[in-house]
């Protein structure tokens, strides 16, 4: 080679043609063989008999002579065996006028490639593929180019340490979805409980809602309205709750907040004679009025039925509560006063809600067309006053009614979860974490402020984030309750998790920082040991 790059003229051509000599080219067109092995290429010598020539033999990863007059270069091959002086002859013979060339050429080749190393080392060899090709590269013909190419490729080692990384995460999903699977056939209601307790219930509700239209004024126009986990089917172990909500039809009513958040609504009557009027003192119609009146009929109706017995008022609940005992299994059936408003849902739920990429913006449009529905809860001692409205007369809003229609059809597509559709697993993950959550209440008495409605709110959340049903698919069940996990956690860790319909109301408001990290911290543990809180008897 030249400074520049060209190639040399021979410099004794005739006299290595009459000699006899045998040049690299033919040692290499004779003597070797290639093999393609594992993406490499590996030449394959026979073993060397002895050698007459004049060429010293080289040791593997050394340099060897040549009996060109050129500087030594790197021998790549293993040494040649001896070949036949007439075939050598012949040989010459016919290519004596291109020898020269051929030699200068191989020579060239031989200085671009890098000695074999050894089978167990590729690092040496991966770094000797990225040598730059020289200008003399462009007068090699393509197939050239592609053999030398092959040549300088390292062989690949087996990536043993992915495979069995990867084969570690399978055996944990594979055992992850084994109890979760197992867990979920273990919550599941029995046909027979769910009928016998329906049955008491529904035997009670319709004798409730009879008592009303007979004997009271201001609740004879009570319609039933059934919602709850039972109603969603997310009720989980047993059928032992109900909420019944007795909606009472208002119509030409102010409706005003009361506070900051859009949950809480002080309500009064307009002009009209609506037997509700005896519940309005001065502006507002008192929520702790009507609620005492209510429960003082509801025990009326329910004293005929020894079976039944009423628990005690909670301060703030909106619910009458009454309990029974079918088949061993206490049962709790929870009646609450609501009012139907029949207006444009609160200017406060407009940033809320947003289900338009879920399940569509006709569907959206098709809910907020329907009333929703105040009832009487407050939070404290109910002695808070904003605008002479003390916090025991005021209204909670719900959406219950909302909530079981998007659960019942969740699916992005109408046909998820039908008997011709493809199954997800959204209700699967929730029925997981409500059940976690139970347990974990269990174990931890500083986590009762937590409900099963903070994980229903999650999974709202969750299902506007990742909206398709793929994002949900049945088999995915593993992966979609950790990532479930994942969102509930960090709402936790945040002490922030807004309401579905308001989202200026913080539903985390409640329990401390303190409980919140460490009910974050108990699923965290429990996720990261494979559940083991599942797999416990029952504490």
């Given amino acids: 080679m030249t400074g520049r790059g060209r190639p040399r003229k021979a410099e004794s051509s005739k006299s290595d043609c009459a000699g006899g000599k045998t040049t690299p080219e033919e040692r290499l067109r004779n003597g070797s063989t290639e093999e393609k092995q594992n993406g490499t290429t590996r030449e394959t010598k026979p073993k060397e008999k002895g050698s007459t020539e004049n060429t010293k033999a080289p040791v593997r990863g050394a340099k060897a002579k040549t009996s060109s007059t050129k500087q030594p270069v790197e021998e790549t091959r293993k040494p040649q065996p001896q070949t036949p002086k007439g075939s050598i002859k012949a040989t010459i013979t016919k290519k004596c006028s291109s020898t020269a060339k051929l030699s200068e050429q191989f020579e060239e080749k031989t200085e671009r490639t890098p000695p074999d190393a050894p089978k167990d080392t590729t690092k040496a060899s991966s770094k000797k593929s990225s040598l730059k090709k020289s200008p003399a590269d462009e007068d090699e013909s393509p197939k050239k180019r592609t053999e030398a190419k092959i040549k300088l490729q390292p062989e690949t080692p087996e990536p043993a340490a992915k495979a069995r990384a990867s084969r570690h995460v399978s055996r944990g999903n594979a055992t992850a979805d084994s109890t979760l699977l197992t867990t979920l056939e273990q919550l599941k209601i029995k046909m027979s409980d769910k009928s016998n307790a329906a049955e008491v219930i529904n035997n009670l509700t319709e004798n409730i809602i009879k008592h009303f239209k007979q004997n009271t004024l201001c609740f004879k126009e009570v319609e039933p309205l059934r919602t709850g986990s039972y109603y969603e089917n997310l009720k989980i172990s047993h059928p032992d709750e109900f909420d019944i909500m007795m909606c009472v039809a208002v119509d030409r009513v102010d409706v005003t907040p009361f506070g900051d958040d859009g949950a809480y609504y002080s309500v009064a009557l307009k002009r009209g004679n609506s037997p509700l009027k005896k519940f309005q003192a001065s502006t507002t119609l008192s929520a702790n009025d009507m609620l005492n009146e209510f429960r003082d009929e509801v025990k009326k109706c329910v004293k005929p039925f020894g079976e039944w017995e009423m628990t005690k008022k909670k301060k703030g609940c909106p619910a009458v509560t009454m309990t029974t005992v079918v088949q061993s299994v206490t049962i709790s059936l929870d009646v609450v006063l609501c009012l139907m408003i029949k207006s444009s849902w609160p200017p406060f739920t407009k940033e809320g809600f947003k289900i338009e990429s879920w399940q569509g913006t006709k569907v959206k449009q098709k809910y907020k067309r329907t009333p929703y529905y105040l009832v009487p809860k407050y939070e404290g001692s109910g002695k808070v006053e904003h605008h002479g409205v003390l916090a025991k ?147």
Avoid at 468 to 485: R, T
Wanted: proline residues 3%; glycine residues 4%.
């Fill in 393 to 539: 007369d005021i209204w909670r809003v719900s959406f219950s009614h909302v909530e079981k229609d998007i659960l019942r059809d969740h699916g992005s597509e109408k046909t998820c979860c039908e008997k011709n559709g493809n199954r997800c697993c959204r209700k699967d993950c929730l029925k997981l974490l409500k059940h976690l959550l139970s347990l974990l209440k269990e174990m931890h008495s500083s986590l009762d402020k937590f409900y099963s409605y903070h994980a229903k709110t999650t999974l709202l959340h969750a299902c506007c984030a990742r909206t398709k049903d793929s994002d949900w698919m049945a088999s995915n069940l593993s992966q979609c309750f950790q990532q479930l996990l994942d969102d509930f956690v960090g709402h936790l860790e945040k002490g922030i998790l807004p309401n579905f319909f308001i989202p200026d109301q913080n539903l985390l408001s409640g329990p401390d920082q303190d409980s919140c990290n460490l009910l974050a911290k108990c699923i965290k543990e429990q996720r990261d040991n494979g559940f083991l809180i599942f797999k416990m008897p029952d504490l």
